[in-house]
């Protein structure tokens, strides 16, 4: 069963964040991640969110998330991450 990453963000340094995004999709591949959209928050239809950008990722499994995030290419990129943004990367799971 497949497994989808939320992630969150609020840009704090837009160059280095552009630079981070333009990274990550190639440390997922070798996980069986994959982007399936990402975009600025439009409109809050609901509450106020403190973000600015979501994204959703694929994967084939839990494992497979959680070994591209404790993957060597995906921990080089987290100080571009922490220096660009701020944000929450979760998994979303049933009900």
């Known amino acids: ?3 989808h990453l939320l992630a969150t963000i609020k840009v704090k340094d837009p160059a280095k964040f552009k630079e981070y995004m ?3 999709p190639g440390t997922m591949q070798a996980h069986g991640g994959k982007l399936v ?3 600025k ?3 809050n ?3 106020e969110a403190d973000y600015h950008i979501a994204a959703v990722f694929e994967f084939p499994s839990q494992d497979a998330v959680d070994a591209w995030y404790a993957s060597d290419e995906y921990q ?3 100080p571009v991450r ?14």
Do not use: E, F, H
Request: proline share 3%.
């Open 1 to 3: 069963m497949s497994v």
């Open 76 to 78: 080089a990129l987290i």
């Open 22 to 24: 333009s990274q990550v």
């Open 45 to 47: 239809l609901l509450n």
């Open 41 to 43: 928050v439009a409109k």
């Open 82 to 95: 922490d220096a660009s943004a701020d944000g929450n990367i979760l998994t979303l799971g049933p009900i």
């Open 37 to 39: 959209c990402r975009g």
